[in-house]
């Protein structure tokens, strides 16, 4: 489709020329109508100062004499086919040429016609643009002093290139050359190839959300080319029409995975899976395990107005944020996976039906799970059931070493429901402390409000031959949808493929809402370092105000560890997941971080994100370190989806490390639509992927 545009971009802009030369126009110059351009080994661009060639250009405005398609050949000859411009509609002529693909363009070598009765252009100025839409002015009235100037650009990124000088009348302007060099940078190419994978017309038929991993070695580096699985968030089943690009017979689930295998032939190297039951397609991971009244909810944050502080006040909601169950006696058992120094326990009593709280319950510890010592046995009050509920109690453990706290239940306020709020036990210096937890009994039917409950998945990890994952957990919310929670899946992973029958869901202490107001979600990107520095990063954001990057890490054997867990807080990593700092603005929900292994950024990491997170705006940072200092963004792609599809957005960018090789990376971004309807178009709603390429010195 690109080339057929440039073709089109070519014939048009040349008809436009030859139409806007006037019949009577006084041929004392040569207009390069009869010179014939010999032909030459065009060299294509790769290294710093070869040539850029011009593709098309256009001249809107002028009246212009001279052979165009001659003057943006590769091969012509700098003194041979000159443009002559002799009027303009406006004050100004204006002359836009566009490339294959965005450049970084070194510098511009601009040759005056030098013939009696053409006057020179004196002064230019540049603009440039990445699609064609949206254009920067870089340079203002730059003097064209000599008969060939050099105007430097330093890199800048751009697709196309605007020229502005002005059209006085009466006066012939001459421009006998016009050629543009590579700088150092990266260029940007849409892989088509890649797109065009994703564009299917049965079946699987376009998702929101890409992720991809090396299913055949795990790691997740530059360069590890491997069997490849992809997971996906909302997905699309159906049948396309190819002419048309009609979907028919369409439905929604909200996930599914696919694959890449690159031993076989381009075109047959792709497939998806999903979950068929009774004839319909169903998401293969789906949120039960995180609704209903279950103990889980007793340690993770959700409901409380800051969630790892005893100072957090609970809700009286109870949609997924407190545990019941309608068996006494009953027990709740926490494993905190290793041993830790249990400073205090804090516990809010059921604050949505407080008849249902808990009024006796006893505490006791254990080292291996099978021994245990009782600590005490202790009374609860009732709950207010007000909105914001502070602590009802608070039990000083005074440092006491175990892995394992069990709550049998003794009696409740109600003979036949007893219900708890939450649990939160701190550690030293008042570190707080996280940990499974299971009940002999939990109430596991969801609320009304949770049947709007499902799993959007963000970055996870191959750790062994098992897959890890950060899933959101997703509600409609006010009219429109809220994060309720991060999880955790586990699934292993047998010859390439994912086992999606063994499928585990985990809780997880990883969105925190903060004393601030700000809440913070990892799972967004996650960068494998194992070989470097034995880490795992996990990058996240925290919102409000702004979208700020932040990050965790942790050695693969702890990824359910999560009191090993450490948090980078600007200047050390804290055990404290509301104290990451953050590290650079203006993120994306999904994005990457990749070690960059050689090249123009070697030993750095590169940050790729949408700016803005739906701006349309893909660009880079450079890290010192995996956790900063980052540089300001440089922008390398703008996108146009908006512009032919209907209602259309673009967002969350990230590059694809396993399924890139050093110095040609592959970046993928999403395309959705404000319209329901507009879904019905299955140009809307599949990945789009752009190369972006290494320009190297010359050897």
């Not at 001249?59 to 091969?75: A, E, K, Y």
């Not at 509301?578 to 994306?588: G, N, Q, R, T, W």
């Amino acid at each position: 489709m690109k080339k057929v545009w440039i073709l089109v971009f070519l014939m048009s802009t040349m008809l436009m020329a030859s139409c806007t030369r006037p019949d009577d126009q006084d041929d004392d110059h040569d207009n390069g109508d009869d010179i014939t351009i010999p032909t030459c080994d065009v060299v294509v661009p790769e290294t710093v100062g070869d040539m850029i060639h011009v593709m098309a250009v256009s001249l809107p405005h002028s009246t212009v004499t001279g052979n165009i398609d001659n003057f943006i050949n590769p091969c012509k000859p700098v003194d041979v086919n000159p443009l002559f411009f002799t009027h303009s509609t406006l004050r100004t002529h204006q002359v836009t040429m566009a490339f294959d693909h965005i450049h970084p363009i070194q510098s511009v070598r601009w040759t005056h016609v030098m013939e009696d009765g053409i006057d020179t252009v004196a002064s230019v100025s540049i603009d440039v643009s990445l699609n064609g839409f949206s254009y920067q002015r870089v340079i203002q009235g730059h003097a064209l002093t000599e008969s060939l100037t050099t105007i430097a650009l330093g890199g800048t990124m751009a697709k196309y290139v605007r020229f502005v000088f002005a059209a006085d009348e009466g006066k012939t302007y001459g421009i006998q050359d016009i050629r543009f060099t590579l700088d150092r940078g990266y260029m940007i190419k849409e892989d088509v190839g890649w797109t065009q994978a994703f564009y299917r017309t049965s079946g699987w038929t376009g998702a929101d959300g890409i992720f991809s991993y090396n299913l055949s070695s795990g790691s997740r580096t530059i360069g590890a080319i491997g069997k490849t699985g992809f997971v996906f968030s909302d997905t699309i089943i159906g049948q396309v029409n190819p002419e048309t690009h009609q979907r028919s017979n369409w439905s929604i689930i909200n996930n599914t995975v696919g694959y890449y295998d690159p031993a076989l032939p381009f075109d047959d190297a792709f497939s998806f899976d999903y979950v068929i039951e009774n004839n319909r397609a169903v998401s293969m991971f789906v949120p039960d395990a995180y609704t209903g009244k279950r103990a889980r909810h007793l340690l993770d944050g959700d409901g409380l107005s800051i969630s790892h502080a005893k100072e957090g006040l609970l809700t009286n909601s109870g949609d997924g944020t407190m545990w019941r169950s309608n068996v006494l006696p009953n027990a709740l058992t926490i494993d905190l996976k290793t041993e830790e120094a249990v400073h205090h326990l804090y516990l809010w009593n059921d604050n949505e039906v407080p008849t249902y709280g808990v009024k006796t319950f006893s505490l006791s510890i254990s080292s291996d799970g099978d021994t245990w010592d009782l600590v005490g046995t202790y009374g609860l009050d009732q709950a207010s059931g007000n909105p914001g509920e502070p602590y009802t109690l608070a039990l000083d453990l005074d440092g006491i070493s175990t892995r394992y706290l069990k709550l049998d239940i003794l009696e409740g306020f109600d003979e036949h429901m007893v219900g708890l709020g939450k649990l939160m036990m701190t550690g030293d210096a008042g570190r707080y402390l996280f940990g499974s937890i299971e009940a002999n009994h939990e109430l596991t039917t969801p609320t009304s409000h949770e049947r709007t409950s499902r799993l959007w998945l963000q970055d996870g990890i191959v750790i062994g031959d098992t897959f890890y994952n950060f899933p959101l957990l997703v509600k409609d919310f006010e009219g429109f949808f809220k994060v309720f929670s991060v999880g955790l899946i586990s699934m292993p992973v047998i010859d390439g493929t994912f086992d999606r029958n063994n499928i585990t869901y985990h809780s997880t202490p990883l969105q925190v809402t903060a004393a601030d107001g700000g809440i913070l979600y990892f799972g967004a990107g996650v960068m494998d370092h194992r070989d470097i520095d034995g880490y795992l990063y996990v990058y996240g954001y925290k919102d409000g105000p702004g979208r700020h990057l932040v990050v965790a890490r942790f050695l693969p054997e702890d990824i359910m560890h999560f009191n090993r867990w450490r948090y980078y807080d600007g200047q050390d990593w804290s055990v404290n997941a509301e104290h990451a700092a953050p590290l650079i603005d203006k993120v994306s929900p999904e994005l990457s971080v990749t070690y960059i292994p050689e090249g123009l950024h070697a030993g750095k990491f590169m940050l790729v994100v949408m700016e803005g997170t739906v701006t349309g705006r893909i660009a880079y940072a450079i890290g010192e370190t995996p956790y900063g200092p980052f540089s300001d963004y440089t922008l390398i792609y703008q996108t146009t989806e908006h512009t032919y599809l209907r209602d259309a957005f673009t967002y969350n960018a990230k590059l694809h490390a396993n399924v890139s090789t050093p110095g040609n990376y592959l970046i993928s971004y999403n395309v959705n639509t404000t319209t329901f309807g507009a879904l019905g178009d299955a140009r809307i709603y599949h990945p789009r992927f752009i190369r972006m390429i290494e320009v190297k010195e010359k050897e």
